[in-house]
Every structure is written in structure tokens, then in C-alpha cells.
């Protein structure tokens, strides 16, 4: 919700400033290099907020009895 709300946000600015809303894929390949890096930032980030994620529901199954031991 806070990620669309701040893009909807965002986008609102920028179409109050110039009359017409920003072309993401050209803001991104104005970064060139720096683009690259953005992507692997992003990717690390769900890559790790998935991991918290299943281990999460991991340990809550086996809480509950759900997946036994060994």
C-alpha cells in the first residue's frame, strides 16, 4: 500500500510539474550504469524478504505440530 501510494504520489508531482507523466524506462536507462545496480538492489531485497517470509511460516508450522521432527 505504501509503494503504490508513493508512486501515485510521485506521479502526480511530476504531471503537475511538466503536463505529462515520467517515462520510467527512459529515467532508467538514463542511469546506464547505475541502472544495473538499482536491479541487483531490488532483487537482494526480495530475495531476502522472501527467505524471512518462508522462514517464518516454517517455524510457525512447526509450532503447530505441522511438520514433524526427525
Known amino acids: 500500500m505504501v509503494w503504490?501510494?508513493?508512486n501515485l504520489l510521485s506521479q502526480a508531482i511530476y504531471i503537475g510539474f511538466n503536463g505529462e507523466p515520467?517515462?520510467?524506462n527512459a529515467i532508467l536507462s538514463g542511469l546506464?550504469?547505475?541502472?544495473w545496480v538499482c536491479i541487483a538492489v531490488e532483487l537482494f531485497?526480495?530475495?531476502t524478504?522472501?527467505?524471512l517470509?518462508?522462514?517464518?511460516?516454517r517455524i510457525r508450522?512447526?509450532?503447530d505440530g505441522?511438520?514433524?521432527s526427525v
Open 53 to 57: 517470509v518462508m522462514h517464518k511460516l
Open 22 to 24: 515520467y517515462d520510467a
Open 66 to 68: 505441522i511438520v514433524e
Open 32 to 35: 546506464g550504469y547505475w541502472y
Open 49 to 51: 524478504l522472501g527467505l
Open 45 to 47: 531485497i526480495w530475495l
Open 4 to 6: 503504490f501510494s508513493a
Open 61 to 63: 508450522t512447526e509450532d
